[in-house]
C-alpha cells in the first residue's frame, strides 16, 4: 500500500534531497510534507526549517530512520509538527498524514520519552534551548489551557468544542502563542509548557 492509493491523500511531488524538497513546497504548496532527516545537499532539518518559513501553513512530518535525540529536537525546533520512524506500517503513516493535516502533532511513542528528557537535559545545562529566545513570557489563563489542550492531541476543533469557544477563537489563541513564545509548531509550544510547568506531561 503506497500513500497514493489512498482515497484522500494525492502525492503531489517527490524529491531526492532537502534543497529540491523546498523548492517542490514552493511549487505545489503541499498541505502535509514527509520529510526525512538524512538526505544529501541540504539535511531534513535545515529544509523544514526553511518550508515553516516559506509557507506556514504546510505541516511537515518527519519520516526518519534516525531515532538520535538530537535530531527529534532539531527537528521540532525546525518547526516540525511530527516525529515517526520508518519503522511504522504504511497504515500508521497514512493516519499521521491525516493526523498532522487535521492539525495535530504527533512523535512516535518509542521516540516521546527521549524527547521530553533531551528537554530536561537542556534545560538543566543552559536553562532550555529556548530560553535565550523566549526569556519571560505572560500567557494568559485561556492560552494555557489551550495549550494543554493541545497537550491531549485536540485539533482546533476538538478543542473549541471542549472549551465551547468558536473554532476560530481557538486558531486565534494559537497563532498568539506561537507569536508570544516565538516558536513554530504547536508540538514546540507543548514542550515549552510541559518545561516550565505549565500543564503536567
Known amino acids: 500500500m503506497e500513500l497514493d492509493d489512498s482515497d484522500d491523500i494525492e502525492v ?3 524529491a531526492g534531497d532537502g534543497s529540491e524538497a ?3 513546497c514552493v511549487q505545489a504548496s503541499p498541505d502535509v510534507v514527509l520529510m526525512d532527516v538524512r538526505m544529501p545537499e541540504m539535511d531534513g532539518i535545515e529544509a523544514t526549517r526553511r518550508i515553516v518559513e516559506a509557507l506556514p501553513s504546510v505541516r511537515v512530518l518527519m519520516l526518519t530512520v534516525s531515532d538520535e535525540g538530537d535530531d527529534l ?8 509538527a511530527g516525529y515517526l520512524l520508518k519503522e511504522m506500517s504504511i497504515s500508521t503513516i497514512v493516519s499521521a498524514v491525516h493526523s498532522v493535516a487535521a492539525g495535530h502533532s504527533l512523535v512516535s511513542p518509542a521516540m516521546a520519552a527521549k524527547l521530553l528528557a533531551e528537554f530536561r537535559a537542556l534545560a538543566a545545562r543552559t536553562g532550555g534551548p529556548l530560553a535565550s ?3 519571560t513570557v505572560s500567557l494568559t489563563e485561556r492560552e494555557i489551557m489551550i495549550l494543554d489542550a493541545m497537550s491531549k492531541g485536540g485539533d482546533n476543533r476538538q478543542i ?3 472549551l465551547d469557544v468558536p473554532e476560530r477563537t481557538v486558531h486565534n489563541h494559537v497563532r498568539n502563542v506561537l507569536q508570544k513564545l516565538q516558536l513554530h509548531s504547536r508540538t514546540e509550544a507543548v514542550l515549552y509548557a510541559v518545561r516550565e510547568g505549565l500543564i503536567d506531561p
Do not use: F, R
Not at 529536537?73 to 516540525?80: F, L, P, Q
Open 133 to 135: 529566545s523566549i526569556g
Open 160 to 162: 473549541a468544542t471542549h
Open 73 to 80: 529536537v532539531d527537528a521540532v525546533k525546525a518547526g516540525a
Open 12 to 14: 503531489v511531488g517527490e
Open 22 to 24: 523546498v523548492e517542490a
